[in-house]
């Protein structure tokens, strides 16, 4: 199993598919199409982590606290050159994936080939809520519909709170 050090997405709206560019332990690179159908099924049971992830708080109403930490996870986002992949040798269309949720961060692993490789993209909490703020503005340049994204999520969005 390879690890994925590093991802840029971006929807390209020709295929209809989000575009997983992603540097791979060892200096090679790999495509992953990230079809609506597979982040559809994806996001609701990453949301769910993240809600469950959440300290209990009587003090403070759930949704407001899970946006405020999705705004602040958002500010921390370091910025920097995106994945470039040139001669690329792996391009994959997954049509899943494993996820695996343990207590501060998650994994995803994606099929690499048929042979069985796979690639394994690990965060922790932080770098899963910028994964995901990523994710949810690729819902919205593609015009996807957001039914899959709790409310809380689109309040963290700049201007919503």
Known sequence: MVMLKKVTLQYIEVEDRIRMSADVEGGNAAVFWLTQRLCRRLVPKLAHHLEHSAPKSIQVDKGLMLSVQQHDAEWQRKFSEPVRVFGLKR???????????????????????????????????????????????????????????????ALSEPGKN
């Open 91 to 153: 391009s994959v269309l997954p049509e899943h994936v494993n996820l695996y949720c343990p207590a501060g961060g998650a994994i995803i692993i994606f099929p690499l080939d048929v042979g069985g490789d796979q690639a394994r993209l690990q965060m922790n909490m932080v770098e899963l809520r910028q994964w995901m703020g990523v994710v949810y503005r690729q819902f919205r340049v593609a015009g996807w519909s957001m039914e899959v994204w709790p409310k809380w999520f």
